[in-house]
C-alpha cells in the first residue's frame, strides 16, 4: 500500500494544528515539516513523536527542509506572522506573506513536487495564485482554502438558528477570503429543500440573513480576539481538504481557485464551490446566482484586483 506522505511549510498556530490534525486524524502515514526556525521545528517533532505513540494508527514525523518536499502528494503552506492581524490590514499582511512565499517557491518547484498544494497563507486568494505561478503545475494542482472556513462559521449558524444538522445544509460564502465575501441566499437549502420556499412556511426560517452574514464573515476576529491566533477551524478545514485528495473523494467543498471564465470573471483566484479529488481542484461548480448576487461576486473580484495591484510595490 502507498504510503500517503504530506509536508507542512510553516510551524506557527495554524500549521502546527494542521499537521496535528493529519496526524490524530491518520490522514497521513508520513509527516514532513519544515520552518525556518530550528528550535521551532525540532519541537514541533518532538511533540507530534510524543503524541503518535498512543494513537490507533502509526504515522511517522520527520523535520525537513524544502528539498524534501519532492515526493509528497500533498503539501499545506502556511507560513504567516499571526501578529500582523492586529492592524486589520490585509496589505501589511501581504507585504510578508508575498515576500516569504517568493523566497521559497523556487525551492519547492526544485525539489520536483507533483503533487497537490493547499495555502492556507493568507490573504489567501493573493498567496494561492503566487504560489501557483511559481509552481507552474497543472491549473487545478494548486488550491486555497479561502472561504471553506468561512462557509463551515456560515453552516454553523445556520444549525443554531434552525436546529438542523450542518452535514444536511448545504451553504457557501463566495468571493474574497476577506470583508468582501458573502453568502448567495438563494442556493442555500436544506437537503434540497430552498430556504426561501422553507420560510414561507415555519417562522425559524425568517432569520435575519444579513446578520447572519456579518457573523460568518466575522468570526474569524472573535476567535482572533481572545486568542491571538486561530486554530481549529482552520485546520480542520485544511485537513479535510487533504483527506479529499489523498482518498480521490471527489467532493465537492469551497475553496480558492483559478477562475478562467467561470462566473464571469478571469484573472484571479477566488472562492467558489469546487470538486475536489486526486488532482486537486478538477472542477469549479457554478451556482445559479440571482443578478444581485453576481453584482456582489463581481464586487468581491474587482476588491481581489484592488489588493493584486499591490503586489507591484513588494
Known amino acids: 500500500m502507498k504510503t500517503r506522505k504530506v509536508g507542512v511549510i510553516g510551524l506557527g498556530h495554524v500549521g502546527a494544528h494542521v499537521a496535528y490534525s493529519l496526524a490524530v486524524q491518520g490522514i497521513a502515514d508520513e509527516l514532513v515539516l519544515v520552518d525556518m526556525k530550528?528550535?521551532?521545528?525540532?519541537?514541533?517533532?518532538?511533540?507530534?513523536?510524543?503524541?503518535?505513540?498512543?494513537?490507533?494508527?502509526?504515522v511517522s514525523v520527520n523535520p525537513g527542509d524544502f528539498a524534501d518536499l519532492g515526493d509528497c502528494d500533498v503539501i499545506v503552506n502556511s507560513v504567516g506572522k499571526i501578529e500582523l492581524l492586529e492592524t486589520h490590514d490585509r496589505l501589511t499582511e501581504m507585504d510578508f506573506t508575498i515576500a516569504a512565499v517568493r523566497g521559497y517557491v523556487d525551492k519547492i518547484k526544485a525539489s520536483g513536487f507533483d503533487g497537490v498544494l493547499i495555502n492556507i497563507t493568507n490573504p489567501c486568494d493573493i498567496v494561492t495564485r503566487e504560489l501557483a505561478m511559481?509552481?507552474?503545475?497543472?491549473?487545478?494542482?494548486?488550491?486555497?482554502?479561502?472561504?471553506?472556513?468561512?462557509?463551515?462559521?456560515?453552516?454553523?449558524?445556520?444549525?443554531?438558528?434552525?436546529?438542523?444538522?450542518?452535514?444536511?445544509?448545504?451553504?457557501?460564502?463566495?468571493?474574497?477570503?476577506?470583508?468582501?465575501?458573502?453568502?448567495?441566499?438563494?442556493?442555500v437549502s436544506f437537503r434540497g429543500m430552498p430556504l426561501d420556499e422553507l420560510a414561507k412556511t415555519d417562522e425559524k426560517f425568517r432569520f435575519?440573513?444579513?446578520?447572519?452574514?456579518?457573523?460568518?464573515?466575522g468570526g474569524g476576529w472573535v476567535t482572533y480576539a481572545g486568542k491571538q491566533c486561530t486554530e481549529y477551524g482552520i485546520c480542520t478545514t485544511a485537513a479535510r481538504m487533504v483527506?479529499?485528495?489523498?482518498?480521490?473523494?471527489?467532493?465537492?467543498?469551497?475553496?480558492?481557485?483559478?477562475?478562467?471564465?467561470e462566473y464571469g470573471e478571469t484573472g484571479l483566484f477566488a472562492g467558489v464551490p469546487c470538486l475536489i479529488g486526486k488532482n486537486g481542484v478538477e472542477q469549479i461548480i457554478e451556482l445559479p446566482l440571482t443578478d444581485e448576487e453576481k453584482a456582489k461576486f463581481h464586487d468581491c473580484c474587482e476588491g481581489i484586483r484592488k489588493n493584486m495591484e499591490h503586489l507591484k510595490d513588494i
Open 38 to 58: 530550528e528550535q521551532k521545528l525540532a519541537s514541533e517533532v518532538q511533540d507530534l513523536r510524543d503524541a503518535a505513540a498512543y494513537l490507533p494508527h502509526r
Open 243 to 261: 483527506h479529499i485528495v489523498l482518498h480521490d473523494e471527489k467532493a465537492i467543498m469551497p475553496a480558492s481557485m483559478e477562475l478562467d471564465g
Open 208 to 217: 435575519d440573513r444579513d446578520a447572519l452574514q456579518k457573523e460568518s464573515i
Open 134 to 187: 511559481g509552481l507552474g503545475l497543472p491549473k487545478g494542482r494548486v488550491f486555497g482554502t479561502g472561504t471553506g472556513l468561512d462557509t463551515s462559521r456560515l453552516l454553523s449558524a445556520l444549525n443554531r438558528q434552525t436546529g438542523i444538522d450542518h452535514k444536511s445544509i448545504t451553504a457557501y460564502m463566495l468571493g474574497e477570503h476577506g470583508a468582501l465575501q458573502f453568502a448567495p441566499w438563494s442556493c
